[in-house]
């Protein structure tokens, strides 16, 4: 039976808007395909252009990005918070004075979302704390003990991003586990695979580690490569990570990765243009999403391997 209510628009509701998106790492790496394909999907069904943009997570290059994407003039722009509310807030009020809807992807830029929800400034990612958190939980649930030893491998040198890290340093140390901060350098930032001789040196260094842990999803990838590196056998340092690269889920596999946090990516990609779409067409304001809230573990990893190797999860 035919519905009596008919669509507010005769055709594509995005038809003849475009969008400047920030993906973040490289084209198809694990910690970003995810968001490309659900950019790729919220396209096409709402008949938007988009124009992908990648960083290798370099926060200057998001900023030259922006610049690009404010000088063609689009409907929207999708950004990421890495640079922080400082570098970006001079940038967003000089779109929004021009007519641009900007919204937020995977690191959140809270004083932006204060002054321009308004306007269609959104956000789709995780509570990082609140990940931080969940991941180290999923640690001390597997057998991480007070005055064990644990590394925490993370980026604790941009504002916003850090909060994924800290959180979960700051959970294992309130649980009495003695943790030890690394901080990613800008070029393991970018090549993840240099993680490795650095870890491995730490391992070797520190024989009672118990644990390592990380929020970023390209180091994850690579964990165990080094624990086979340094005779290490599955489970005998716990490690927690983040997102589903292909390395990750066949450490989960492998029982070499104890758990990840899963931000879902696909969302992070598919609902930023929902946003751009939404708020252009009817001036709804910033929806504030949050994309992840719990870890994959080996146990449960199984059921979402045909959905991870189509790139959706």
């Known amino acids: 039976m035919a519905s009596a209510v008919q669509p507010t628009t005769p055709g594509k509701l995005g038809a003849g808007m475009s969008i400047y998106m920030q993906m973040g790492g490289n084209p198809g790496d694990g910690a970003t395909l995810g968001r490309e394909l ?31 994407a404010l000088a ?32 937020v992807g995977n690191t959140p830029l809270p004083a932006a979302a204060k002054s321009y929800v308004g306007g269609g400034d959104g956000y789709a990612g995780v509570n990082l704390y609140v990940g931080g958190e969940i991941t180290a939980q999923a640690l ?40 030890t901060t690394l901080d990613i350098s800008p070029q393991v930032d970018a090549d993840p ?44 340092i716990l490690v927690g990570g983040i997102d589903l690269a292909p390395a990750t889920i066949a450490g ?23 946003q751009c779409v939404l708020s252009a067409a009817y ?7 949050n994309t992840g809230a719990g870890v994959e573990t080996p146990a449960s990893i199984g059921g979402l391997i045909p959905l991870i190797q189509r790139g959706i999860r």
Request: glycine share 10%; aromatic share 8%; charged share 15%.
């Open 193 to 236: 695979s240099l993680a490795v001789p650095i870890l491995v040196a730490f391992i070797e260094a520190h024989p009672k580690l118990r644990a390592i842990g990380t929020q970023h999803g390209g180091v994850t990838a690579f964990i165990p490569q080094a624990l086979k590196i340094t005779g290490k056998k599955p489970g005998q």
């Open 72 to 103: 063609a003039h689009p409907t929207c722009i999708a950004i990421m918070g890495h640079p922080g509310d400082a570098a970006f807030d001079p940038l967003i009020k000089q779109a929004e004075s021009e007519g641009i809807i900007v919204t």
């Open 140 to 179: 001390l649930n597997a057998g991480l003990k007070p005055g064990d030893e644990a590394l925490e491998y993370g980026v604790f040198n941009e504002t916003e991003r850090s909060q994924s890290d800290r959180g979960l340093r700051d959970t294992l140390t309130k649980a009495g586990v003695k943790v």
């Open 252 to 274: 989960l596999q492998s029982h070499y990765i104890t758990a990840t946090l899963d931000q879902q990516l696909y969302l992070q990609g598919f609902l930023p243009v929902t």
């Open 38 to 68: 659900g950019a790729a999907d919220a396209a096409h069904a709402f008949g938007i252009k988009i124009v992908e943009q990648f960083s290798a997570w370099s926060p200057e290059m998001m900023l030259t990005q922006f610049r690009q």
């Open 283 to 289: 001036h709804f304001s910033g929806l504030n999403i």
